[in-house]
């Protein structure tokens, strides 16, 4: 199946604890679209300046992206400067500018827009509504958005997440969205707006995913799945981490082409499985030389973290021996 | 198997978003004794001044909790008051009355030197230590202990550590004794201690169990399992939630007298559900209806929570239908 993202590609000036990096290559449609692309077929819709370094658009290339809907415009790429602290969970952002960004009006290529995996990456809500309208008979669309969009575009953000089939937020903009302050509470509540499944990622706590019941029941064990997340001794750089967490679910999704609720949880574990390898390096370092059987055995290995029951075939003698 | 647990027995005042108690019956060993005396025959050493109300007596013969390491004294019983805020992660200590817990010496009965699972809660590791030098041949021993100890008696801390085979830490304290930022790490140090097993609980983002591997590898499928919390709608009052984590985990690995990593996985699965309801009510509440057959159902209800390929005997319809 084909996924097709529409979203920033950027340079990013980042700094983190491990080190510093200028003007790598950035934005949430550069990092989704280079860890889909290890799924499935993917296109992108995005615009960069005539900045843009050349190499970058050989690399997307050679992961045979298809760019004939990336526009090269006169003018600057658009520009992200951030740091963390010793808490790698939240960013402190130095400087944003939105350069041939600003006046991004993304129209999908008439041929690109019977994609059947639609992911519209973190941008103004009203595009994504306008960018809904083009499709013309997606099997799955996702939408993630941003604290900003909630407090200045609600109304729009809410029309557009009634538009889609999957919802990502973090934990944060789920209770800031839902005006709730307990995370079932606000996830029930943006269900009741019209997606079918939301996602909410925690960060070094992992995710839960939440779908509706049959009828107006919630059975917890059936619409809730919580998994956490692949634990890592160091995190170089968390950029990137939410994009391709959306990028191993979609593509998870779009190469199976199930979508029942048993391949959503597993699509979450391929969430979680890359990005944790999108962390262990900067910008999207790490992607590059990421292969479809690491991102398996991380899989298998994330079976055994979590599972404490037996599992057919996981008979593991490690298991079974005394604590010593 | 018998389950010696050694602690306070207290009265509080607790104050949360959903109400308020005034001397309600607590204490990290009422609570523990509480739950754990669902799974298997229960003794407990503690102290209580001539104030404590009898009908507290009279509850806990009803579990058949063995009260003959119980010392009533001339004084007033230990008081604690305190306060949660709309983070019910976070408790506000208001007063703190040691009373007649200040010269606790406890000794264990002659006849309960035997004990083969023994839980040394939250006290001060000195006695801790005097108390696992009276034990004969215990088949486990289980330790939790608090910041305050972890930065007020570090090296008596340390020796306590060096002497159990599983230390129950919070995350926070994870990291301020292990003086790391990762918890892998912080987790790993500890182990380097001594003790077979670490239990580091995250509250409501759920726990992590850490073993050591065979020889000097750390696979990390091997020696760490991580679990989520079973999400709740509503918790009225978060205190007793680590106690009755440790019950439910010990009270497993009594039942079953089973202690392979395996076990501990469930153990640490049973100390998840267990602390999950308490924290439904006031005080030790809800523990003084909830039976075997209500954990049961719980541990099998997140088990659906948190699978994501399928399990024995487990081909529930409602995880194969496409999301709606």
Redesign the interface.
């Known amino acids: 199946m084909t996924i097709l993202v529409v979203g920033s590609v950027g340079l990013d000036n980042v700094e983190t604890p491990s080190g510093k990096r200028i003007r790598t290559l950035g934005g949430a449609c550069t990092y989704f679209a280079t860890a889909a692309s290890l799924y499935d077929q993917v296109s992108m819709v995005a615009v960069v300046g005539t900045d843009f370094p050349p190499e970058h658009i050989d690399f997307l290339k050679t992961r045979n992206i298809d760019l004939r809907g990336l526009e090269i415009v006169q003018g600057k790429t658009f520009f992200w400067a951030g740091r963390y602290g ?1 808490d790698l969970n939240v960013a402190e952002t130095l400087d944003t500018q939105l350069n041939v960004f600003a006046d991004f009006r993304p129209s999908i290529p008439e041929d690109l827009r019977d994609a059947e995996y639609v992911f519209l990456a973190n941008i103004d809500p009203d595009l994504q509504i306008a960018l809904l309208q083009q499709c013309r008979a997606p099997r799955l669309t996702v939408l993630d958005s941003m604290n900003y969009w909630i407090t200045s575009k609600r109304d729009s953000l809410a029309r557009a997440i009634s538009m889609v ?1 999957v919802v990502l937020f973090n934990e944060a903009e789920t209770k800031l969205f839902a005006a709730k ?5 606000a996830a029930k509540q943006i269900l009741g707006m019209g997606p ?2 939301l996602v909410i990622k ?1 960060g070094e ?2 995710s ?1 995913l939440v ?2 019941g ?1 009828g107006a029941a919630w ?4 619409c ?6 692949y ?4 995190v170089i750089d968390p950029t990137g981490a939410g994009d391709t967490f959306a990028a191993g679910f979609m593509g998870y999704l779009a190469r199976s082409d199930d ?4 391949a ?3 699509a ?2 391929h969430g979680t499985v890359v990005a944790s390898f999108t962390v262990e390096d900067f910008s999207i370092d790490r992607l590059r030389t990421l292969t479809t059987r690491d991102i398996d055995e991380r899989y ?13 075939g996981s008979d ?1 003698e ?7």
């Open positions: 010793d089939d302050s307990n995370i079932l509470v079918k499944a925690r706590y992992g839960i779908t509706r049959d059975a917890l064990g059936e809730f799945f919580l998994t956490p997340a634990p890592l001794e160091r979508l029942s609720i048993e959503l949880r597993r979450v574990v298998q290995e994330f079976l055994k973290l979590t599972y404490f029951e037996t599992l057919p593991c490690c298991f079974r021996r005394p604590i010593s």
